[in-house]
């Protein structure tokens, strides 16, 4: 008995039975699994695209590939596959059916329910049209066609949160330098303020443009009464009342000039309008750089913001899930070849092997 066992496995007439088992469960058993399948491509609504990166005809920017990539990872998760349980109860579509990976998995156990949900999912991103095909297989034309219709909803879902999670964030920095923009121009201002009360001077630089126009009609006068009296000692006598009085107006006015020339310049940092106009030019100087910071972050928090609130990003169905009529599996001819393929092949591995080992022995 023990030796006809073994005639027989080492007869080919296995390979045949193996290969008859094949094709009745394939063609007779075997749950028919048909298949929905999704075309999509994702595009940015932001104006400012490279537009040197465009893909033809669709407009696909070069970023929508790290964008699909992210997806197709996305769609293989196991957060993918708690929304589709929790969205339209996946597992009962796959529960009680005929399939043989089904007989080597328990999809109450996580870890094999997202295998074999993984091994329902087919996704190839296409390198020349920047596209991403998701094909997805059920046990029933509807199921397939559900499946991918939520897998599109959440896609579309996913890809927005992307994008408005990363404008978020840039709200939010942007947001904090706003807020030390409008610290450092308050402060400035402040600043400012406190210099021109302790000075008691709106606008030194003013002020010293307008003692410098001061100084300078002095010495207009001067000059004129110096020619003026230089006529007159010409023909009058020094100490005549008109010459007499013309220099005590000469005088005067020199005296004048010195004060108007103290007041603008001196070595004394106290409060001459020189140094005062230079703190003053400082001061104004920071107040300009602040004010154009505080523009600028106000301008980016208000970019920011609007971004925050729209749609950067939109997924493009470049062609919907439909209801399949023909099932892609089992394929009969197809699948018991391979079968028949396969154990051939193994057997002529133990056939070589046994024949080897029988040699030997003798």
């Given at each position: 008995?023990?030796?006809r066992?073994?005639?027989?496995?080492?007869?080919?007439k296995i390979i045949?039975?193996l290969?008859?088992?094949s094709l009745?469960y394939?063609?007779?058993l075997a749950?028919p699994?048909?298949e929905?399948t999704?075309i999509?491509g994702?595009?940015?609504?932001?104006?400012s695209?490279d537009t040197s990166?465009l893909?033809?005809?669709?407009?696909?920017?070069?970023?929508?590939?790290?964008?699909?990539m992210?997806?197709?990872?996305?769609i293989?998760?196991?957060?993918m596959l708690?929304?589709?349980?929790?969205d339209?109860d996946i597992k009962?579509?796959?529960?009680?059916?005929?399939d043989y990976e089904l007989?080597?998995?328990?999809?109450?156990?996580?870890e094999?329910?997202?295998?074999?949900y993984q091994?329902?999912?087919k996704i190839?991103?296409?390198?020349?049209?920047?596209?991403?095909s998701?094909?997805?297989s059920?046990f029933?034309?509807?199921?397939?066609?559900?499946?991918?219709?939520t897998?599109?909803?959440?896609?579309?879902n996913f890809?927005?949160e992307i994008?408005?999670?990363?404008a978020r964030e840039?709200?939010?920095f942007?947001k904090?330098?706003?807020?030390k923009?409008?610290?450092e121009?308050?402060?400035?201002q402040?600043?400012?303020n406190?210099f021109?009360?302790?000075?008691?001077m709106?606008?030194?630089?003013?002020?010293?443009?307008?003692?410098s126009?001061?100084?300078?009609?002095?010495?207009?006068?001067?000059?004129?009464?110096?020619?003026?009296l230089?006529?007159?000692?010409?023909?009058l006598?020094a100490n005549?009342p008109?010459?007499?009085a013309?220099?005590?107006?000469?005088k005067?006015l020199?005296?004048q000039l010195?004060?108007?020339s103290?007041?603008?310049?001196?070595?004394?940092?106290?409060d001459k309008?020189?140094?005062?106009a230079i703190?003053?030019?400082?001061?104004s100087f920071?107040?300009?750089?602040?004010?154009?910071a505080?523009k600028?972050?106000?301008?980016s928090y208000?970019k920011?913001?609007?971004?925050a609130n729209?749609?950067?990003?939109?997924v493009?169905i470049?062609?919907s899930?439909?209801?399949?009529?023909?099932a892609?599996?089992?394929n009969?001819?197809?699948?018991v070849?391979s079968v028949f393929?396969?154990l051939?092949?193994?057997?002529?591995?133990?056939?070589?092997?046994?024949?080897i080992?029988?040699?030997?022995?003798y």
């Amino acid at each position: 008995m023990k030796k006809r066992i073994i005639k027989f496995i080492t007869s080919f007439k296995i390979i045949l039975l193996l290969s008859l088992i094949s094709l009745i469960y394939f063609a007779l058993l075997a749950s028919p699994r048909y298949e929905s399948t999704a075309i999509l491509g994702v595009k940015s609504t932001s104006t400012s695209t490279d537009t040197s990166s465009l893909i033809p005809i669709i407009g696909l920017t070069s970023s929508s590939k790290e964008d699909l990539m992210y997806l197709k990872e996305y769609i293989n998760s196991y957060d993918m596959l708690i929304i589709l349980q929790k969205d339209i109860d996946i597992k009962s579509m796959y529960k009680g059916k005929i399939d043989y990976e089904l007989l080597l998995k328990d999809l109450d156990i996580k870890e094999d329910f997202l295998k074999y949900y993984q091994s329902r999912i087919k996704i190839v991103y296409d390198d020349l049209t920047g596209l991403l095909s998701v094909s997805v297989s059920a046990f029933n034309p509807e199921d397939a066609k559900k499946i991918a219709d939520t897998i599109l909803k959440e896609s579309e879902n996913f890809i927005n949160e992307i994008s408005h999670k990363i404008a978020r964030e840039q709200m939010s920095f942007a947001k904090e330098e706003l807020e030390k923009a409008s610290l450092e121009l308050s402060n400035i201002q402040k600043e400012i303020n406190e210099f021109q009360n302790s000075n008691s001077m709106l606008d030194p630089i003013t002020q010293a443009k307008t003692q410098s126009a001061i100084k300078t009609q002095i010495e207009e006068k001067i000059i004129a009464k110096e020619v003026e009296l230089a006529t007159l000692n010409s023909y009058l006598n020094a100490n005549t009342p008109q010459v007499k009085a013309l220099k005590s107006e000469i005088k005067a006015l020199k005296s004048q000039l010195k004060k108007e020339s103290d007041k603008l310049t001196s070595k004394d940092k106290n409060d001459k309008l020189n140094y005062l106009a230079i703190d003053f030019s400082n001061l104004s100087f920071k107040l300009k750089f602040a004010e154009d910071a505080y523009k600028l972050a106000l301008a980016s928090y208000e970019k920011s913001r609007l971004e925050a609130n729209k749609k950067l990003k939109q997924v493009i169905i470049i062609s919907s899930p439909i209801l399949s009529e023909i099932a892609v599996y089992p394929n009969v001819i197809y699948d018991v070849f391979s079968v028949f393929f396969i154990l051939t092949l193994i057997f002529g591995i133990i056939k070589f092997t046994y024949s080897i080992v029988e040699e030997h022995r003798y």
